[in-house]
């Protein structure tokens, strides 16, 4: 008698336990709690989908915190100062912005989506060696450069309310990520290249998966009711330019490989993807700052391979 009612409080331990389990405690990990699968994609079907979904543990991603998790506080102050930049760049920080974009239109869901260069998964990397500029940078430099570069205008200096405040935004995102730890999902995807891409049949699967939102001219649609884009211009005056990671082929096609078309990532193979930015590539943007005149006219742009 004595052994079945150990064996029963036992039992009713086991199964607080399991209940618990199932629980997430805000900005913690618990990768096998998620079950990507469980969220195939619209049109994909479920054996495409584990095809084509990373293989590797796919869905263990870090979560960050909610935004009504943002601190009353100093802190919080400039946390919230930094999401409004982030999401309303044109707004917030138009002093340096030279083009038509947001941070958000390549960091989608405020910074918050795996493999759409999420800020959590960024942050806790820096100081990092970057191939770009052949140096160990901070993270505040980082940021300075996606201005001059994804945004086509002024680096903000290193003491401006704006690089404090997107810095503060990404620490505070990252609460509770390891420190230098490459977590699942940071930056973009990563694909295989069967063969080398054909701009050709990129431009038609531009025309039949990207024209009726970025526009058949690449130019993006914008708001009817205000300033800003609705959809992004890929190219033209209002866009990144040549200097920009997503000017490259190579960042392009791991983006659209996971984000496009929007809410259908994961619907292109990784070689139309390819195809598909290389035509992207050949079409006109700003020049690339980091040249001259003669160089951006005379030579062909960075990233085309």
């Known amino acids: 008698m004595t052994r079945l009612i150990y064996s029963l409080i036992a039992l009713s331990g086991l199964i607080a336990q399991t209940g618990s389990a199932t629980e997430l405690q805000q900005g913690e990990v618990r990768p096998a709690a998620y079950d990507a699968r469980a969220n195939i994609p619209t049109g994909l079907t479920r054996e495409k989908a584990i095809r084509q979904i990373p293989a590797i543990n796919p869905g263990e991603y870090f979560v960050p915190p909610e935004v009504g998790d943002i601190p009353t506080s100093k802190y919080g102050d400039m946390v919230k100062l930094g999401r409004n930049i982030f999401i309303d760049t044109q707004h917030y ?3 340096y912005v030279g083009n038509g974009l947001n941070c958000s239109n390549c960091h989608l869901q405020e910074g918050r989506k795996p493999f759409a260069g999420p800020l959590w998964a960024a942050y806790p990397m820096y ?17 300075q450069d996606c201005f001059r570069f994804s945004m086509n205008g002024i680096a903000p200096t290193l003491d401006s309310p704006e690089i404090k405040a997107i810095t503060a935004y990404s ?14 999902g940071r930056g973009f995807a990563r694909l295989s290249k069967p063969r080398d891409p054909t701009p050709v049949n990129g431009e038609k699967l531009y025309k039949e998966n990207c024209a009726s939102c970025h526009g058949i001219d690449g130019k993006g649609q914008k708001f009817a009711n205000r300033g800003g884009y609705m959809f992004p211009p890929l190219w033209g005056g209002d866009s990144f330019n040549h200097g920009a990671g997503m000017s490259s082929v190579k960042d392009c096609a791991q983006f659209t490989k996971a984000n496009m078309p929007l809410g259908k990532g994961w619907t292109l193979t990784d070689m139309e993807a390819w195809d598909v930015c290389t035509y992207i590539w050949l079409q006109d943007r700003p020049w690339d700052p980091r040249f001259g005149w003669f160089f951006n006219i005379f030579t062909p742009p960075t990233g085309g391979n």
């Open 93 to 95: 920080a138009k002093r």
């Open 127 to 143: 100081p990092e060696f970057r191939n770009k500029t052949r140096d160990v940078v901070t993270y505040e430099k980082r940021v």
């Open 171 to 184: 620490h505070w995102l990252s609460k509770g990520a390891p420190i230098n730890k490459e977590l699942p």
